[in-house]
């Protein structure tokens, strides 16, 4: 499995940004890297996903406000996240997909406070 090291997290007031990172202890080749939120009592979601090849994915209620992206060759993922709202405080995890296996992070918390 790969062990990925997560960064950036914090305290921040609406409309303000933060940028995550997450870099890959490992250089394999990695299909798939993306960011998932939990928030207390809800369930596990995708906020922004990107392929090897650059094609992005995002959930509905990041779009236009949050860009994920990766440098390949440092096995590192961000997700620059703008116009923050109190709806995006939760746990953020790092996930890699590579051929057959899926590595998580441990997550790192983000709160949106006035």
């Known amino acids: 499995q790969v062990q990925l090291v997560e960064s950036g997290g914090g305290t921040v007031q609406p409309g303000g940004s933060l940028r995550l990172s997450c870099v890959a202890s490992?250089?394999?080749?990695?299909?798939?890297m993306g960011w998932y939120r939990q928030a207390p009592g809800k369930e596990r979601e995708l906020v922004a996903s990107i392929t090897r090849s650059g094609i992005t994915n995002y959930g509905d209620s990041v779009m236009g406000r949050f860009t994920i992206s990766r440098v390949n060759a440092k096995n590192t993922v961000y997700l620059q996240m703008n116009s923050l709202k109190f709806e995006d405080t939760a746990v953020y995890y790092c996930k890699t997909q590579t051929l057959g296996q899926a590595s998580w992070g441990q997550g790192t918390q983000v709160t949106v406070s006035s």
């Open positions: 490992e250089s394999i080749f990695i299909n798939v």
